[in-house]
């Protein structure tokens, strides 16, 4: 069964830091891969996609991520912090198994301190 | 423009009520989906429809029920609410289940 890991419950940074969240994945073929945000109270939303296209796919808010096939990663990166950035963040697979449903990882909360 | 909408936003229940959490999409999307939020846990999926009158059960679909009688909507019923079904459900909507998720605001749900 596929499944994704996410490396740390919570990641704190200062304001102007490098923010690196990490994703791992397991999956016998190549996977979609998505990355969510969720700010406090309210839904998701999408941060960024990988689906076999480019392997480095950037997304909104200045965010990033690297496929990285031989590592089975997936991790989401900002070059530096905002105060705005401060949320949960969600990596998700879709199975390959068609008609099926996003599996979520448990999730990183971003703290980011001035 | 409203996207994924859930009612109603927060609800309080006594264990063994009943209750139905209603989402509604105006995208015309096929795929629709209820998770469930729970600290730690992340977002784990209860029961999902891949069109029109069909639904599928996902990781934790003990004690709910869905239907899915119009595109637009999916519903969620818990027919004898319990203290373990507190938590912070999430619908969300796919336009063909390959790309990203919708997701609406989210129902909080206590049972007392």
């Known amino acids: 069964a596929q499944s994704v890991t996410q490396l740390g419950s919570h990641v704190s940074v200062s304001e102007g830091a490098l923010v690196l969240l990490r994703c791992n994945y397991s999956s016998s073929v190549p996977p979609y891969l998505f990355w969510y945000v969720q700010y406090p109270n309210q839904g998701l939303q999408l941060l960024l996609k990988y689906t076999s296209a480019a392997t480095l796919v950037k997304g909104i808010n200045g965010f990033e991520a690297e496929f990285k096939k031989s590592e089975t990663s997936f991790h989401l990166t900002k070059p530096s912090a905002h105060m705005s950035d401060a949320a949960e963040y969600f990596c998700?697979?879709?199975?390959?198994?068609?008609?099926?449903?996003?599996?979520f990882g448990k999730g990183t909360t971003l703290s980011v301190s001035s | 423009n409203a996207g994924v909408t859930q009612t109603p936003k927060f609800r309080v229940l006594k264990t063994g009520q009943s209750m139905t959490l209603l989402c509604a999409q105006d995208m015309n999307h096929e795929y629709m989906y209820w998770y469930r939020q729970d600290p730690g846990m992340g977002l784990r999926l209860i029961h999902y429809s891949v069109g029109e009158g069909t639904t599928a059960k996902g990781e934790v679909p003990d004690g709910y029920n869905v239907s899915r009688l119009k595109k637009q909507n999916f519903l969620l019923g818990l027919e004898s609410a319990a203290p373990s079904q507190t938590s912070v459900y999430f619908c969300a909507s796919s336009l063909d289940g390959n790309y990203g998720y919708t997701f609406g605001s989210g129902t909080r749900l206590t049972v007392v």
């Open positions: 998700a697979v879709r199975p390959y198994q068609a008609g099926t449903a996003l599996i």
